[in-house]
């Protein structure tokens, strides 16, 4: 019953709305059928993939500094492509699987700006449409991940930036990090989830107010809403230029990835899962995937590091 893969729940009610084609449990990319992509050359690429503690950490790195990261066709469809790549590599025999995704930007002061509204104003409805229901999509395969995802953000993390900060299960800002969703300022709404999430991580008021007002959060305010679990730094170029979170997502990668990987793929599913359920289902599920760890070589590897007083080395099987 509970052996299937689970999707993030949290975001289930819209992200599902896509009627997206699914294929082995996994969110099947359509791609973008009324338009072709434009060519460009491998240096305009706008989404670099980086390794860290030994490859056990990728870092999806947005990088399209002349309009601060602005989601762009070209743009979407790359992270699309990362979080694919990054999935055929998870597998639980794996032993040189990732542990950690790190999404996180290059370009100065800016996370994401949101979509590209200028490419947008030449799109017809129907285009409009595609491009809302795939970064809805890949949102959506981001937070359904097997391990943890974090979003390390400085500058502004607007409209569709922001919820892709949503898709991420921990998030890290600098203190001159701005979160806003705006959508409704452009007479749309969110349309990549966050309309669903939002709701789900702040509250129902809080999320009607934010959205609503399609006003700009501080750094601050937004981790008393609970958008971000972090903040670092203060009004010092380190801040401006997001060089403390980024140490900051460091520190929590190297926390996580010195766990159990099996441990924490089935937390986070255990976790997600748990949503919206009620709470004995919940305790089932609970239950389950605990029995899961039976067995496993991470498991009586640390039972006998801790008889042994030393630190455990798993491999996530």
């Known amino acids: 019953m509970f052996g299937v893969r689970v999707w993030h729940l949290a975001a289930r ?4 709305s896509a009627q997206p084609v699914r294929s082995g449990g996994v969110i099947a990319l359509r791609s973008f059928s009324s338009f072709r992509e434009p060519a460009r050359t491998e240096r305009e690429k706008y989404v670099s993939v980086e390794h860290e503690h030994d490859g056990q950490a990728v870092h999806i790195v947005l990088n399209r500094p002349a309009l601060k990261n602005a989601l762009c066709r070209s743009m979407a ?4 492509e990362c979080v694919e790549d990054m999935r055929k590599l998870m597998d639980r025999r794996n032993p040189a699987a990732p542990r950690v995704v790190v999404i996180r930007s290059a370009v100065a002061g800016a996370f994401c700006s949101g979509a590209d509204l ?3 104003k030449f799109m017809s409805h129907e285009q409009a449409r595609e491009f809302s229901n795939f970064l809805r999509r890949t949102f959506a395969n981001i937070a ?6 974090i979003g390390c953000v400085a500058g502004y993390a607007l409209g569709g930036g922001a919820e892709l900060l949503l898709a991420c299960d921990i998030r890290v800002g600098s203190s001159k990090a701005v979160l806003g969703f705006p959508e409704t300022s452009h007479a749309i709404i969110p349309g990549a ?3 669903a999430t939002l709701a789900r991580l702040v509250g129902i008021s809080r999320a009607k107010d934010l959205i609503f007002t399609a006003r700009r959060v501080s750094a601050r305010e937004a981790k ?13 170029d380190k801040a401006e230029s997001g060089e403390l979170a980024l140490q900051k997502t460091r520190d929590l990668t190297a926390q996580i990835i010195q766990n159990g990987p099996l441990a924490l793929k089935l937390a986070k599913r255990c976790i997600d899962s748990s949503v919206d359920v009620d709470l004995p289902t919940a305790l089932l599920l609970e239950g389950e995937l605990y029995k899961e760890t039976f067995g ?6 640390g039972l006998e590091a801790f008889n042994e007083k030393r630190k455990p080395v798993y491999v996530g099987r």
């Open 144 to 149: 359904s991940l097997p391990i943890p995802v």
């Open 296 to 301: 496993s070589k991470d498991r009586e590897e």
């Open 13 to 16: 009610a819209v992200w599902q």
């Open 77 to 80: 469809k790359e992270i699309s």
């Open 118 to 120: 200028k490419e947008r």
């Open 193 to 195: 989830g966050g309309s």
């Open 224 to 236: 008393e809403l609970g958008l971000l679990n972090y903040v670092c730094g203060d009004d010092s």
